[in-house]
């Protein structure tokens, strides 16, 4: 059986990858395997993993060229070697050329690359020969995710008995009966009689959070009862600031800033609305439909792979805000949105639970 595993991330911020990466490692944690993280210091995700008691290792951001380094490639190699390094987790592109080159070179057993991004692998020649000759096992988090990643590579570089899918997962208790941090609004001062709809994630291109203020003053011409939480920091934030204050809708939305008390959030809020323009395979659809709440998404394909239109939730044209607006009307003015809600849940415990994704990652890597 193996006992010791490492994770490699040198992600500047908290997002979804470092979501992944920490909740696995906690709960392998707790299933008794020894677990490794190599990460920046004193960043977000460094900082919880040390709290957990991983093993830590402070290294130099990983890039896109790090792999050329022979020092840096020979230092990674000896460290696997001297901990006795059994398998590795990456999921940036940067780290699967460092990472997968330097535990070849170790002997590692079963190197990992979890893809995360919903865009195609570069079809040049080293990508493919470390994904024929270093990786052991390819994980996709969707289908869509799977399909966009090897549209250039080929089963001759990347065979199909490698491709593992495996969905992200929630812990069910912590969206059903989640600790009430704060009352959101009481710290926001939001009337009771409005309808509080928020927006999750970071405040970045991806995401998408533009379209959402753009379609807010269609909404205003039918509905004027609600507040919009963007829960979130990021480098957009004073681009979309501008935008507000233009629009004149200050009054109608509310920065919280990050949070990590998304499920007490996710109990107290009408419904989520999600803009992004691509995703993997988003978290907070999957923990939005766990909190037992309906959604209004732009209508990308991983999204469609997990939600269903007109039964957990609506799909608006994405990029469009009139449509954007549109669908939250429709939402709002839904008497039965709590039903939706609930369908949403039925599908998170059938699909998408944490504890069967844990499972799954121990039966086709660790055991």
């Not at 290792?57 to 006795?84: E, P, Q």
Request: charged share 25%; hydrophobic share 45%; with cysteine.
């Amino acid at each position: 059986m193996v006992k010791n595993i490492l994770f490699v991330n040198t992600g500047l911020n908290w997002g979804g990858v470092e979501g992944w990466h920490f909740k696995t490692a906690s709960a392998l944690q707790k299933r008794g395997y020894h677990i490794f993280v190599i990460a920046l210091k004193d960043h977000p995700f460094y900082n919880q993993c040390k709290a957990a008691g991983f093993e830590m290792m402070a290294i130099k951001r990983i890039t896109n060229n790090t792999w050329l380094n022979f020092v840096r490639i020979i230092w990674l190699k000896n460290y696997l070697k001297n901990n006795k390094i059994e398998v590795v987790f990456f999921c940036q592109s940067s780290h699967f050329k460092y990472a997968s080159l330097a535990a070849k070179l170790a002997g590692v057993k079963k190197i990992v690359y979890r893809r995360a991004l919903a865009e195609p692998i570069k079809n040049s020649f080293y990508n493919k020969l470390l994904l024929k000759y270093c990786i052991t096992n390819f994980m996709a988090i969707s289908k869509t995710t799977l399909d966009e990643s090897i549209k250039y590579i080929s089963a001759r570089y990347l065979s199909r008995e490698k491709i593992n899918l495996i969905y992200n997962g929630v812990n069910l208790d912590e969206f059903t009966k989640p600790e009430i941090t704060q009352n959101i609004r009481a710290q926001f001062d939001i009337k009771e009689d409005e309808v509080v709809l928020a927006n999750i994630g970071r405040i970045c291109r991806q995401k998408g959070q533009i379209y959402l203020i753009e379609a807010l003053p269609f909404v205003l011409k039918s509905f004027t009862k609600f507040k919009l939480l963007l829960v979130g920091a990021g480098s957009k934030e004073e681009i979309l600031m501008k935008r507000i204050k233009e629009l004149g809708i200050e009054d109608k939305v509310i920065f919280t800033g990050f949070r990590n008390d998304i499920p007490s959030i996710l109990n107290m809020i009408d419904f989520v609305v999600h803009t992004a323009l691509y995703e993997g395979c988003p978290w907070i659809i999957i923990e939005t439909m766990a909190a037992g709440k309906p959604i209004v998404s732009s209508n990308i394909d991983s999204v469609a792979e997990i939600m269903v239109d007109g039964e957990t939730g609506y799909l608006a044209e994405d990029k469009n805000p009139e449509d954007i607006a549109a669908k939250i009307l429709k939402m709002i003015n839904n008497p039965e949105r709590d039903k939706m809600g609930e369908k949403g849940r039925k599908i998170v415990e059938a699909k998408f639970t944490f504890d069967e994704k844990i499972d799954r990652i121990e039966e086709l890597y660790l055991n």
